[in-house]
Structures are given as C-alpha cells and as structure tokens.
C-alpha cells in the first residue's frame, strides 16, 4: 500500500459493514463513500474557522512541519476496531 496516498482507518466492524452496503447502494467505492460522508460532516459541523485552521494544519504537515499535538500519528482509530477501512489522504 502506498502509505503516501493511503492511510488505514480502524471501525467497528457493523460500521464498516453498513459502510459497505451504503458504497454498494450508491454505486461509489468504499473510500469515495467514507468522503461524501466526511465531507458532509464537514458542512455540519465545522465553522469557517475550524475549517482555516484545519486547512492551515493540513498544509504545514505536507511540508513536513508535524506541529500535531503530541500524540497525533495521522491514523484516525473508532471504537473497538476490528475491521480496517484504507481511505486516500488528502493530496
């Protein structure tokens, strides 16, 4: 896997499962469901602000300044994990 385009999502496995019969439904890939999922969180949850700051983090981590809190690997983990969602960083 190409760790520079992917990244491993761990979620509980009846969420990955609705997740998958949603993508299936939708006629989408797993990973473009998870986006139209995330971006739809996105609109509901963040504020302009929140939604600068994210992007201003995302920018100084691609060039390299991993100013995180401390702690933050870039792997996002749900729950109990048991089954494995890859997803595409963002590029």
Not at 53 to 79: D, E, H, T, V, Y
Request: contains cysteine; glycine residues 8%.
């Amino acid at each position: 896997m190409d760790t520079k385009k992917w990244k491993s999502v761990l979620v509980p496995t009846d969420i990955y499962e609705e997740i998958v019969v949603i993508s299936h439904v939708e006629g989408r890939t797993i990973s473009g469901q998870l986006r139209i999922i995330f971006d739809a969180w996105k609109r509901e949850n963040l504020t302009d602000k929140d939604l600068l700051f994210c992007g201003k983090k995302c920018a100084s981590r691609k060039l390299g300044k991993k100013n995180w809190p401390q702690g933050s690997r870039g792997l996002m983990i749900l729950r109990s994990t048991v089954g494995v969602i890859n997803i595409p960083c963002p590029s």
